[in-house]
């Protein structure tokens, strides 16, 4: 290129601009719009599938719900079987202070019954009786002891001497039995007695193991007596 005479010589300098933080937001805003599609494709497909973030959390909730009533009722259901047995308990210790306040009753009657036999002639009747006859266990499954109390009223103020003898009646195959104190003592062959207002002898016997006994059969024969004493008593097994 010819330059004219007279002419400067020129040169064109172009500038270019580094824009370094726009490029960066550009490439931020494309991975970010890329992060939103797949999101978006990821939420598209558990739609599809039946999924739902709102049913997620309504099925959380229920959860959580139901997880508390369960507790609840839980321990609702322990308390009522604590009062249920608080109440049992209660009951059966009613039960048995009402057995042994009838027990101690019955015990008493019968002391102030025997009580009044010796101290009080107008309700007595003169002579000697059989105030008591008792049936205790033994030592043993088929050992008993039996127990009896002979009196006479304070207005017989004379010593009284004899002899008792026992018999126990019952079944044996079917059939009556009577078996008496010479057979089933275990000690005592006869009973004496010598007493001037009460007495109580004791033997202790042993039955067949095949015979029920139904009742206790006492005879008592004073010295002095023309006639002997004779009683009938049910076989009740009754605590000392």
């Given at each position: 290129?010819?330059r004219?005479?007279?002419?400067?010589d020129?040169?064109r300098?172009?500038?270019?601009r580094?824009?370094?933080?726009?490029?960066?937001?550009?490439?931020?805003?494309?991975?970010?719009?890329l992060?939103?599609?797949?999101?978006?494709?990821?939420e598209?497909?558990?739609?599809?599938?039946?999924?739902?973030?709102?049913?997620?959390?309504?099925?959380?909730?229920?959860?959580?719900?139901?997880a508390?009533?369960?507790?609840?009722?839980?321990?609702?259901?322990?308390?009522?079987?604590?009062a249920?047995?608080?109440?049992?308990?209660?009951?059966?210790?009613?039960?048995?202070?009402?057995?042994?306040?009838q027990?101690r009753?019955?015990?008493?009657?019968?002391?102030?019954?025997?009580y009044?036999g010796?101290?009080?002639?107008?309700?007595?009747?003169?002579g000697?009786?059989?105030?008591?006859?008792q049936?205790?266990?033994?030592?043993?499954?088929?050992?008993?002891?039996?127990?009896?109390?002979?009196?006479?009223?304070?207005?017989?103020?004379?010593?009284?001497?004899?002899?008792?003898?026992?018999?126990v009646?019952?079944?044996?195959?079917?059939?009556?039995?009577?078996?008496?104190?010479?057979?089933?003592?275990?000690?005592?062959?006869?009973?004496a007695?010598?007493?001037?207002?009460?007495?109580?002898?004791?033997?202790e016997?042993?039955?067949?193991?095949?015979?029920?006994?139904?009742?206790?059969?006492?005879?008592?024969?004073?010295?002095k007596?023309?006639?002997a004493?004779?009683q009938?008593?049910?076989?009740?097994?009754?605590?000392?």
């Open positions: 290129m010819t004219a005479p007279g002419m400067m020129t040169q300098i172009v500038v270019q580094h824009r370094p933080l726009r490029i960066w937001l550009w490439r931020g805003a494309g991975v970010l719009a992060l939103l599609c797949l999101w978006a494709a990821f598209a497909g558990r739609m599809r599938a039946g999924y739902s973030v709102a049913a997620a959390r309504e099925e959380h909730r229920l959860r959580v719900e139901l508390g009533r369960l507790s609840e009722t839980e321990g609702r259901l322990a308390a009522l079987e604590m249920k047995r608080v109440d049992t308990e209660a009951y059966k210790e009613v039960e048995k202070s009402l057995a042994d306040l027990t009753l019955g015990e008493q009657t019968q002391e102030l019954a025997f009044r010796i101290v009080n002639p107008n309700e007595a009747v003169a000697m009786r059989v105030q008591r006859l049936v205790l266990a033994g030592v043993g499954p088929r050992r008993f002891r039996l127990r009896i109390v002979l009196v006479q009223t304070a207005r017989q103020d004379n010593l009284v001497t004899g002899t008792a003898d026992l018999a009646l019952g079944l044996r195959g079917g059939h009556e039995l009577s078996l008496p104190l010479a057979k089933i003592g275990t000690a005592s062959r006869t009973l007695f010598s007493f001037r207002y009460f007495q109580q002898m004791e033997a016997i042993e039955l067949p193991a095949d015979f029920v006994p139904r009742k206790v059969q006492i005879e008592v024969r004073p010295a007596a023309p006639n004493i004779k009938s008593y049910p076989w009740k097994i009754e605590t000392s």
